[in-house]
């Protein structure tokens, strides 16, 4: 009973995630449109928002970050740049 209501609350969170990441996404055609920036930079600016989704799958990391203590932000930070780290090296070793 815990797990299923886990679950939905994860799957709910994740479709409001989606739907600001489509609305966020709208804002960004519209205000590049007005900008009228040219097509490459267009295609950057959407492939930039497409990385930075599958990344963090829409969490604000940096609001998350921000409001933690200096020292646990740290420690974080630099756990996730050792698995970046690591990861590379991981991949090099191929």
Same mark, same amino acid.
């Given at each position: 009973? *815990?797990?299923?209501?886990? /679950?939905? /609350?994860?799957? =709910?969170?994740? /479709?409001?995630?989606? !739907? !600001?990441?489509?609305?966020?996404?709208? @804002? /960004? !055609?519209?205000?590049m +449109?007005?900008?009228?920036?040219? !097509?490459? &930079?267009?295609?950057? *600016?959407?492939?930039? *928002?497409?990385y930075?989704?599958?990344?963090?799958?829409?969490?604000?990391?940096?609001?998350? &970050?921000?409001?933690?203590?200096?020292?646990? +932000?740290?420690?974080? =930070?630099?756990?996730?740049?050792? @698995?970046? *780290?690591? +990861?590379?090296?991981?991949?090099?070793?191929?």
């Amino acid at each position: 009973m *815990v797990g299923l209501a886990a /679950t939905q /609350t994860y799957l =709910q969170s994740l /479709t409001v995630r989606l !739907e !600001e990441w489509r609305l966020k996404r709208r @804002d /960004t !055609e519209e205000w590049m +449109r007005h900008r009228q920036l040219p !097509e490459d &930079l267009k295609h950057r *600016v959407r492939r930039f *928002v497409q990385y930075k989704w599958l990344a963090t799958r829409g969490v604000n990391e940096e609001a998350i &970050l921000h409001a933690l203590p200096a020292d646990l +932000r740290r420690d974080i =930070q630099r756990h996730l740049c050792l @698995d970046l *780290v690591r +990861r590379g090296l991981h991949i090099a070793n191929i």
